[in-house]
Each structure stands twice: as C-alpha cells, then as structure tokens.
C-alpha cells in the first residue's frame, strides 16, 4: 500500500502565477480532504469530498482557491494567481467510512 | 473561533517520564476526538481514539483521558521515548460526517 501520494513535494513559484497540487488518494478510500498548515493557523481544513463530490469548501479562503476530483484516484488543489501569503505545506489526507485520516506527506509551496 | 485548542506550543520531557499533552475544545457536538503525531517532513499519522462514550482509551504506551463535563482531553505518554519528540496534534469531530478540527499542535521533546 503507497498511502497517500501528494505531488509535487515542493513548490517555488513568483507571485501571480498559477499552481497545482496534485493528490492520489489511498485507493477504496470514500473521503478526500485538503489541508493547509501554517504556524499561525495550524492545520487547517480547505475542502473535502464525498466519493468525488465536494462537500464543504467553507475553508477555501479565496475565489482563488478551487479543487477538483475528477475520478476516485485523483485530486488537484489550484491556485490562481498565486500571492506570498498562501505560503504553506499544503496536505492531502483520504479516509474510510470512519474519522481515522490518512495524510500525505505534503506539499511545501513557497511563493515569492 | 477555534475550536479545538492546544494552548501549549511546546513541552520538554525527560526520557522515562510522562509526558502530558492536553486539549480543550468548545463545540458540544463533538463526539469523537482524535491524536496525530507529525514528524517534520512527514504528513501527520493517527496515533489514538476517543469516543464521547468514554473516558478513556489505552494502546501501549499512550493513553487518552476525556472530561466531556470540562471539555477537555489529554493524552498521557509513559514512559517518553527520544523517538516520541514530534508535533501532537489534537482533532475532534461530530455531527458534521468525517470532517475534523484541528488543534494548533503541541511540539514534544523528550530529553536523553
């Protein structure tokens, strides 16, 4: 079992561009969840879905934020444009039918 | 308005002794709380359970302790290895299917 595979492992990317995070989830899994971290606000929930349907996205701070699941293995968190402030390790975690979460190891996104 | 709080950023422990990290949350919804533990680098890894009909759940060396009546969980590490120092992570859900609530984090360091 790979467990959950998030790529790319860093990002170094200037203001105003575009960026995707990409996300493989543990096959089987139902739920699939974005998290951001940061010192200041911890680990923070963006979105997540239910058997490739969005379910909440209230933690998506901005219109510049957007995230799709096109099929059951597959998930992409785009920036656009990117801003210095969305700096931050960016996660992707899946899940059974129960709490217990599955994390990626992350994405590092720098933004300069 | 969090939630979830891990009002102590950092806790040093002596190899042997018990570490105590503890949780506070606010949301009388939450039924089922949750601890992660992150190594830098790395995605968090669930560590242990707690469901609101308890008040209490053992696996090895952790133990997770709940007062529903303060709001309040700990989780209790004996005897602290080196191999414990890490970021804890407190989570908590209920009534809202598997979304979680992260705490901020507590990092550990036990001493050799």
């Known amino acids: 079992d790979a467990g959950v595979i998030q790529s790319p492992r860093h990002e170094v990317t200037e203001m105003g561009q575009e960026v995707t995070l990409r996300c493989k989830p543990i096959?089987?899994?139902?739920?699939l969840f974005w998290y951001r971290q940061t010192m200041m606000r911890g680990l923070e929930l963006l979105i997540y879905?239910?058997?490739?349907?969005?379910?909440?996205d209230s933690g998506m701070p901005e219109d510049r934020f957007s995230a799709k699941m096109p099929n059951a293995s597959f998930s992409t968190l785009k920036i656009q444009p990117s801003e210095p402030r969305d700096s931050a390790v960016y996660f992707c975690?899946?899940?059974?039918?129960?709490?217990?979460?599955?994390f990626g190891p992350g994405t590092r996104l720098t933004v300069t | 308005d969090q939630q979830v709080k891990q009002n102590s950023p950092s806790l040093s422990v002596q190899e042997g002794r018990i570490s105590i990290l503890n949780c506070d949350y606010t949301?009388?919804?939450?039924?089922?709380f949750l601890w992660y533990k992150k190594y830098p680098a790395e995605g968090p890894t669930f560590l242990i359970s707690?469901?609101?009909?308890?008040d209490k759940n053992e696996d090895g060396r952790f133990t997770v302790f709940l007062n529903k009546s303060a709001k309040h969980l700990s989780l209790h590490i004996v005897p602290s290895q080196p191999g414990d120092s890490a970021v804890y992570f407190c989570?908590?859900?209920?009534?809202?299917?598997?979304?979680?609530?992260f705490g901020a984090g507590t990092i550990l360091r036990v001493k050799s």
């Open positions: 975690a899946s899940s059974p039918v129960s709490y217990e979460q599955y």
């Open positions: 096959s089987g899994h139902d739920y």
């Open positions: 879905f239910n058997n490739n349907v969005p379910i909440d």
């Open positions: 949301n009388s919804m939450f039924d089922y």
């Open positions: 707690i469901s609101s009909i308890k």
């Open positions: 989570a908590a859900s209920g009534g809202n299917g598997n979304k979680l609530v």
